[in-house]
């Protein structure tokens, strides 16, 4: 079982659905959680940190962490063509010096 | 700009060759990370320089070796080059641990031919 579960996809929503993405992980120890943003031959952006369980708001953008059930969720509210990217969970035990990360959902956003 | 600065942008190399691939951490950040990102595998860690010293090493294969110099920039050597070292190579860095997350540079398209 790899540690950190991501559906790649690809996700296609019109402009101004709600979109939700996900990780399942495996490692109980994970307790720095992160949401990147990459598009197209760029590289990866951070959009949200959320650090042990619970829910953080910037925005559109909302990420929740539940450690009970090893599963995280970033929610964006009337998405936008421009968000249009290649999402990826990332995570981190706590001291560590290392991100694992998801293999990235690819989001389309269509106007 | 994210502050992180990558050399070169694009490499395309045959096969058995050695090429060097730079990074220059944000200003500030002593950690340097090395990512490797394929369409299979997704990001895959490589290795982790803090100040200067190696700090952890992750799937790194015996071929490609890294060091950070005195004034904190990195380089991936990467030799004997195979088909399947196509990919692109991402660098990354933060002030020190991992916990709130990296600064990736735009990293460096490597094709092997």
């Known amino acids: 079982q790899k540690e950190v579960e991501q559906d790649p996809g690809p996700l296609s929503v019109p402009e101004g659905a709600i979109v939700s993405l996900n990780c399942t992980y495996s490692n109980s120890a994970f307790q720095y959680f992160m949401w990147y943003r990459q598009y197209s031959r760029k590289g990866p952006e951070l959009l949200m940190y959320?650090?042990?369980?619970g829910n953080k708001e910037d925005g559109r953008f909302t990420a929740q962490v539940d450690k009970s059930s090893k599963y995280i969720s970033l929610f964006i509210r009337d998405s936008q063509p421009s968000d249009s990217a290649t999402y990826l969970c990332a995570m981190s035990e706590g001291g560590s010096e290392k991100l694992v990360f998801g293999k990235g959902t690819k989001l389309t956003v269509n106007p | 700009d994210s502050g992180v600065t990558q050399t070169p942008k694009h490499l395309i190399t045959a096969t058995g060759q050695r090429v060097t691939l730079r990074c220059s951490p944000r200003s500030g950040d002593l950690s340097v990370y090395w990512y490797q990102q394929s369409l299979d595998q997704g990001l895959q860690f490589l290795i982790q320089y803090y100040n200067g010293e190696e700090r952890a090493k992750g799937n790194i294969l015996e071929r490609f070796s890294a060091q950070q110099f005195p004034d904190l920039h990195s380089e991936l050597n990467l030799s004997s080059l195979e088909l399947g070292d196509s990919a692109l190579y991402f660098c990354?860095?933060?002030?020190?641990?991992?916990?709130?997350?990296?600064?990736f540079g735009s990293g460096t398209r490597l094709t092997v031919v």
């Open positions: 990354a860095s933060t002030p020190r641990q991992a916990n709130y997350g990296y600064t």
């Open positions: 959320t650090y042990s369980s």
